[in-house]
Structures are given as structure tokens and as C-alpha cells.
């Protein structure tokens, strides 16, 4: 880890909430923030993706939305990759929908920290149900 790292166990990731407050964050990209600030709300009251926000020292450094996904083989590619034609033609996965980091903390190992805890979710889903990839 950099000297000007931020410890993981300084950062903390909720569901996001209509209680947090998000108008500071700004991750340099107009599109990502105004997902966040405004979009993410009615994806998850669709059941379209689930936010979660990173917090340090209170404050949003990053968020990450995740969604179910597949991974939708072609005849060639079910031959070449497996070597026989399988069965199945798509592979469950779940998507990193969108993901930013606050420009105050970009290269500090926040998207990292992010990108793992993704991870770490689909592996998790992977012993409940069929999880198998991870998409971006």
C-alpha cells in the first residue's frame, strides 16, 4: 500500500439511502455523479441495481451499483472455449454497473478496495446461487 493510501478499515460501504447526504461528491465524470445523485434512487426502487456508498471520515468517497448479469456464449465460442458444444449457451454473473471514486481520493486504493469487496460479493453469491463471472 502507497504512503498516501487510505487504510481500508478507515473506509466503510453502506446501501445507499435517501438519509445520505451526496451532494458534495464528485468523481470528475458529470455522468457517474449525477447517476449517483440522482438516477441511483429509481434503478433500486425498479430492481435494477443496487448502490452501495463508501464512506470516509463520513463523507462519500466512492460508490459502486451492481446488477445480475450473463455472459451469452456463441455456438463457435461454446466449441473453442470448452471444446465441445455445451449445453449452455449464457453463464450467470453479476455486473459492475457503475463505479467512481471521489477526485479527492482517486489513487489512493479506494477503487481498489472497491473493485474487491465486488469480488467478494459475487463470490459469496456464487455458494447461494449461480454466480459465475464478473462483468463491467
Known sequence: ?????????????VLLNKG????????????LNDF????AFSYDEKAIAK????LYENLPVGFFSI??????LSYAERETEFGKQKVHSDYP?????????AK??????VGSYLVKLVLGKAFSLSEQIGCRFVTV
Open 67 to 72: 446488477c445480475a448479469d450473463a455472459i451469452r
Open 51 to 54: 448502490t452501495y456508498v463508501c
Open 36 to 39: 449517483l445523485k440522482a438516477d
Open 1 to 13: 500500500m502507497a504512503s498516501d493510501s487510505i487504510a481500508e478499515s478507515g473506509l466503510s460501504v
Open 20 to 31: 445520505q447526504a451526496l451532494d458534495a461528491f464528485d468523481c470528475g465524470d458529470a455522468d
Open 93 to 101: 454473473a453479476l455486473k459492475i454497473a457503475r463505479l467512481a471514486v
Open 104 to 109: 479527492s481520493v482517486q489513487n489512493k486504493g
